[in-house]
Structure formats: C-alpha cells, structure tokens
C-alpha cells in the first residue's frame, strides 16, 4: 500500500497553480500558507476573503455609534401633527363631527379603540402607546377632540407609535401683514 506523500491533497486542483487558493478550493490547505501557518482569510489583491471577514465586518458596523452610520440605517425623527382622536366605531364620520366628544367617550367606555385621523392625509391611524399614562391621558383628555400628536409614523400601516399630544391651538383671526408694520 502506497502512502500518500505529505505535500499531495486529494482534489484535482493543485497549490501554486493559476487557480488562486480560497476557502472551499482545498480547505485545509487554503487556510494554511506554505509556511504551514494558519491563516482564517487570505489576502488577495486589495480585498480579503474567506470567513472571518465578514464576522469582523458585522462586529464593526454593530459596533458603530448612531452618528457614524449611513443616514439610511437612522431611524426617522418623531413627526408631530395635526389630528383629531376618534373612535373605531365612528372612524372619519365622528372625526368630521364638532359634537363627537361624548360619542367618543361612550364609544371608548363601550371597548371601542381610540383611532387618530389625520386630516390633511384623510386616513385614520391605529395607536401604539409609549405609556399607559399616554394611553389615560388620550381618553380623558383628547377622545373626540382636535389635537397636535408627536409620533413616529407608518404611513403605509396605517398606525403611529405616538410619544406625546398636545391640545390644538384655538383657531383663530389669521394675522394681518399691516400690524406687523409700525
């Protein structure tokens, strides 16, 4: 029975030959050099390959402060706006009504959701509450009433992770350029 010699691998293709050497070309000896070290990835040209990389790639972005990554990979500032709570069993038609305040309120007692409909959109959000103090104080306070709430928005599913709401502003009398003029 003949021994194989040391330096011979079983596959086709050979060390030193014009097909560079790769993890997965012959595995060990693509993580060994011709010194008999281990090497985890090889150094080709310009770019490195082999598995280790990419292990020190994704430590390296994981590891990256907020202000250092793409701003793609931020997540969009809280948005505020102009809104008025309403229920789910009423949804638009109640938001459009001066009066919905007490339908909202009964409508919540009776376990309907309190929605949000943005009018200048014209679509009615669900809510996600940061707290439940957020949660009492939408009730009490905004069912069935204009309000500004500032939030994180999904337009697309239609729901708001809201974070805080303000009573709106009263409208009123739109200035006049002449006083601003003394």
């Known amino acids: 029975m003949k021994v194989p010699e040391p330096g011979?691998?079983?596959?086709?293709?050979?060390?030193?030959?014009?097909?560079?050497?790769?993890?997965?070309?012959?595995?060990t000896a693509a993580s060994i050099n011709s010194l008999g070290e281990f090497m985890p990835f090889t150094r080709t040209g310009s770019s490195l390959r082999g598995?280790?990389?990419?292990?020190?790639?994704?430590?390296?972005?994981?590891?990256?402060?907020?202000?250092?990554?793409p701003a793609g990979d931020r997540a969009p500032a809280p948005q505020t706006r102009r809104v008025v709570i309403t229920d789910s069993h009423c949804g638009v038609e109640g938001a459009l009504r001066a009066d919905h305040r007490v339908c909202a309120l009964e409508c919540a007692s009776e376990g309907e959701r309190l929605l949000i409909y943005d009018p200048k959109r014209r679509v009615l959000f669900e809510i996600d509450y940061a707290s439940e103090e957020l949660r009492v104080q939408v009730l009490n306070d905004f069912a069935g009433l204009p309000a500004v709430a500032r939030g994180h928005w999904d337009d697309q599913g239609r729901?708001?992770?809201?974070?805080?709401?303000?009573?709106?502003?009263?409208?009123?009398?739109?200035?006049?350029?002449?006083?601003?003029?003394?």
């Open 8 to 27: 011979r691998r079983s596959q086709v293709v050979r060390q030193r030959s014009a097909k560079p050497l790769f993890v997965g070309s012959i595995p």
């Open 51 to 69: 598995p280790g990389i990419l292990l020190v790639l994704g430590v390296a972005l994981q590891a990256a402060p907020a202000a250092e990554r």
């Open 159 to 182: 729901r708001v992770a809201l974070h805080k709401i303000f009573p709106a502003p009263e409208p009123g009398p739109a200035p006049s350029h002449q006083e601003a003029i003394p």
